[in-house]
Nanobody, 131 residues
Framework: QLVESGGGLVQAGGSLRLSCAVS????????IAWFRQAPGREREGVSC?????????????VKGRFFISNNGTKNANGEHTVYLQMNRLKPEDTAVYYC?????????????????????WGEGTLVTVSS
């Protein structure tokens, strides 16, 4: 299960931190990703983090502004939280942000763009950046 939180309204230049509460993933070998979809646009990959070793990847549009992290080792129920710290937000960052899980080992850049599909989706959280 993936449950997002932390969305809201923020002025351009501000910051928000999104959280993805992950549960049920008691096995190794998956990646947690953040995707976003703005009105009238296709869904795009934002950032990914591998559960196995914490390797991360970022879309060029957010590199240097957004940072993905994991809050540590998961417990016996496979529970842990993945964060997306978003700084220097721009109006074009406005979108619904989705947490996703992809099971298996793939090239991270391609995986983060959605090339291998997604096995589990969260419900999404809306981020609105005003100019």
């Amino acid at each position: 299960q993936l449950v997002e939180s932390g969305g809201g309204l923020v002025q351009a230049g501000g910051s928000l931190r999104l959280s993805c509460a992950v549960s049920g993933f008691t096995f190794d070998g998956y990646t947690i990703a953040w995707f976003r979809q703005a009105p009238g646009r296709e869904r795009e990959g934002v950032s990914c983090i591998e559960d196995r070793d914490g390797t991360t990847h970022y879309a060029d549009s957010v590199k240097g502004r957004f940072f993905i992290s994991n809050n540590g080792t998961k417990n016996a129920n496979g529970e842990h939280t993945v964060y997306l710290q978003m700084n220097r937000l721009k109006p074009e960052d406005t979108a619904v942000y989705y947490c996703a899980a992809i099971i298996g080992q793939y090239e991270l850049g391609a995986l983060c763009s959605g090339a291998y599909g997604v096995d589990f989706w969260g419900e999404g959280t809306l981020v609105t950046v005003s100019s």
